[in-house]
């Protein structure tokens, strides 16, 4: 098992540029999420979804758009990029959200937006 | 809202001693309290998951405390080593049908040779 997969590792952005955060696991968990993490913020939600074709807004989820078409694959959307999207992006999975799973974590997506 | 918070924010030791690093959150209906190691420019890696029913937990050098009344939790490192330096961080599951992750920022560890 790869287990959870982000593609790019690092990428940089100007102001209003759009682009999808990819992230991909092969372990068949119906639970997937996004984390932001920001220095001295800690990691933050910003979406998630409980299976195919279910997602939800966690924390912070102005800016970002999320779908899940299926149940290996949840993209972050960013739709205009703005300086304060500048963070490290981490896809986490479970088999589902419940009590007795933890949250296997994607090694994160360096984003830099001038 | 559930809010976590690690004190303290940073722990240099000696290799060898026996270190405790504590987290505590506002909201005691959580699902489950889980400690996490994060390496520099790394992802996160799971290293213990308390059940809201449970007490603690153990893995090797590890322990893990959780006391529901209080709001804490209590991660127990023996005999550290160096390459137990790293980011700590304590995360509680909580949020009636959302089940939302809640992280605090987390203690960076330097265990010293």
């Known amino acids: 098992n790869a287990g959870v997969t982000q593609t790019p590792k690092f990428q940089v952005l100007k102001t209003g540029q759009s682009m999808t955060l990819q992230c991909a696991q092969d372990m068949n968990h ?14 933050r939600l910003i979406h998630y979804s409980v299976g195919a ?8 989820p102005n800016g970002y758009n999320v779908s899940r078409s299926t149940t290996e694959d949840f993209p972050l959307r960013l739709l205009s990029a703005a300086p304060s999207q500048t963070s490290v992006y981490f ?24 | 809202k559930q809010e976590v918070t690690q004190i303290p924010a940073a722990l240099s030791v000696p290799e060898g001693e026996n270190l405790v690093l504590n987290c505590s959150f506002t909201d005691s209906a959580i699902y489950n309290l889980q400690w996490f190691r994060q390496d520099p420019g790394k992802g996160l890696t799971s ?14 050098r590890l322990n893990a405390s959780l006391d529901k009344s209080s709001g804490r939790s209590t991660l127990y490192i023996a005999a550290s080593q160096p390459g137990d330096s790293a980011t700590y ?6 949020g009636a049908g959302s089940y939302q992750l809640t992280f605090g920022k987390g203690t960076k560890l330097s265990v010293i040779p």
């Open chain 1, 53 to 60: 074709g279910i997602t939800d807004q966690g924390e912070v």
């Open chain 1, 91 to 114: 896809c986490a999975s479970s088999y589902w959200a419940g009590s007795q799973e933890t949250q296997y974590f994607g090694p994160g997506t360096r984003l830099l937006v001038l």
């Open chain 2, 89 to 94: 961080l304590c995360a509680a599951l909580s």
């Open chain 2, 47 to 60: 290293l213990l998951l308390i059940q809201s029913s449970q007490r603690e937990q153990t893995s090797g």
């Open chain 1, 30 to 43: 119906e639970y997937m999420s996004w984390y932001r993490q920001d220095p001295g913020m800690g990691l």
